[in-house]
């Protein structure tokens, strides 16, 4: 029980810093690396295989569920970020050595992807378990949003960053390992307010079970989850509803900065610059569009209209790689309808899995529900590169738009229901 007296909770700080720490990882590894890689000399195949392999190891997150209990829920989250920010430091100092050992820079990334998903059960079950539904709903837009804006400020903002350092004549391995080294500071600062915001939390104790007994607790949330009516359709959202947007985001940084293979040949400084620009008004807009929807239509009659929207800039993205001389108000028009789109629909999917989940054992059944979204997020990773390269960007773009077929059918599932749940 929270004291009467005790300072009042600074969720909005927690959530904003939390969750944009939370995107740090996995902006570096779905924006930053692929870039970085192909500056490297690699092809689309290969970037897309790497990134979506270490971002299938998130999956093992629900097996790190009982081992996380056993710590303090915030004493862990904090914890967490501060090896995370070290980590970072690591693989950048790793990258700017004189012989850069591409298996201790592997061992590293993969050490940083099991950290990242323990941190990230811990967070988002600290978040399903501490804020009831109506506090989830208000803070949900803003924690799309600073989700979003740490993806921006560690995916293109590294790789502006990067283009900067190599305009001053640094080879590419140095400018990539000052960018890295500039995301660990920014990981640090993200922590601390974080701490600024958890310290005004109620202390939370460890779980005093066993470790035999919270693997039958995992199973005992887990058969609860498998009963749970709605979880056919939620099931749906998350490998279906966000389809076609998920394969034009495995490519879309590597079309943008291909200048052989009919991309939009940006180079990385003009690249970053749009995506930045873009997405900071984008995702602030959309956030807001995505909570205001659902506020007033409900989660179930929201679903629909948000899904149609988020599946919509595949148009407009085919668009651009079937025809020639675009002007750059063009392409960050483009971004920018992406992003929106992009931010008002997720926030309606992450509202589905959060409402599913809650309840007894929340942090277990979100992350089971988490998981097979990370399934769903990273898959296609491993066939889209070579499908690219095959269909080329313009046919491959239009493919990803038919994925809005079996999309907004799941929507329309699970708008039924939802509406009687």
């Not at 870039?35 to 690699?42: C, F």
């Not at 709903?137 to 803003?142: D, E, I, K, P, R």
Request: aromatic fraction near 10%; hydrophobic fraction near 55%; charge should be neutral.
């Amino acid at each position: 029980m929270r004291n009467d007296a005790a300072p009042p909770r600074r969720a909005w700080l927690w959530v904003s810093a939390a969750y944009l720490f939370q995107s740090i990882p996995a902006a570096v590894r779905d924006e930053a690396l692929p870039v970085a890689l192909k500056n490297g000399g690699y092809g689309d195949a290969s970037i897309t295989t790497a990134v979506s392999l270490l971002g299938l190891i998130f999956g093992f997150k629900i097996l790190l569920a009982p081992l996380v209990a056993v710590f303090r829920p915030l004493g862990f989250i904090l914890s967490a970020e501060v090896m995370i920010s070290g980590l970072l430091g690591a693989l950048a100092f790793q990258v700017g050595s004189d012989q850069p050992s591409s298996t201790q820079i592997i061992v590293l990334l993969v050490i940083l992807s099991f950290v990242a998903a323990a941190h990230d059960f811990a967070l988002d079950g600290y978040f399903v378990a501490s804020l009831d539904d109506r506090t989830r709903a208000t803070h949900s837009g803003l924690l799309n949003f600073a989700s979003k804006l740490g993806l921006v400020l560690a995916g293109p903002g590294l790789v502006w960053l990067a283009g900067r350092i190599m305009e001053f004549g640094p080879q590419v391995a140095d400018a990539w390992a000052w960018a890295l080294a500039s995301a660990a500071v920014l990981a640090l600062m993200a922590a601390f307010f974080n701490y600024l915001g958890l310290r005004r939390e109620a202390a939370v104790e460890s779980d005093a079970h066993t470790l035999p007994e919270r693997y039958a607790e995992m199973r005992r949330g887990l058969l609860a989850l498998a009963q749970d009516v709605r979880v056919p359709a939620v099931l749906g959202l998350i490998f279906f509803y966000r389809a076609s947007e998920i394969h034009m985001a495995r490519i879309l940084p590597l079309f943008a900065t291909d200048s052989i293979h009919g991309g939009l040949a940006l180079d990385n400084k003009t690249y970053a610059i749009m995506r930045i620009a873009t997405a900071v008004a984008g995702l602030a807009l959309g956030g807001i569009v995505g909570s205001q929807v659902v506020a007033r239509l409900g989660l179930a009659r929201s679903l629909v209209p948000l899904g149609i929207a988020m599946h919509a800039p595949l148009i407009a993205v085919a668009w651009l790689a079937g025809t020639d001389h675009h002007s750059s108000a063009q392409i960050c028009t483009v971004f920018f309808i992406e992003y929106l789109a992009y931010g008002a629909g997720l926030c309606a999917l992450l509202l589905a899995m959060m409402k599913v989940a809650s309840g007894p054992g929340a942090g277990v059944r979100y992350a089971a529900l988490s998981t097979c979204a990370l399934l769903a997020n990273y898959l296609p990773g491993l066939w889209a590169g070579h499908l690219a390269e095959k269909l080329g960007y313009a046919q491959y773009f239009l493919f990803a738009l038919l994925l809005a077929i079996p999309g907004i059918g799941a929507a329309i599932f699970a708008r039924k229901q939802f509406a009687h749940g």
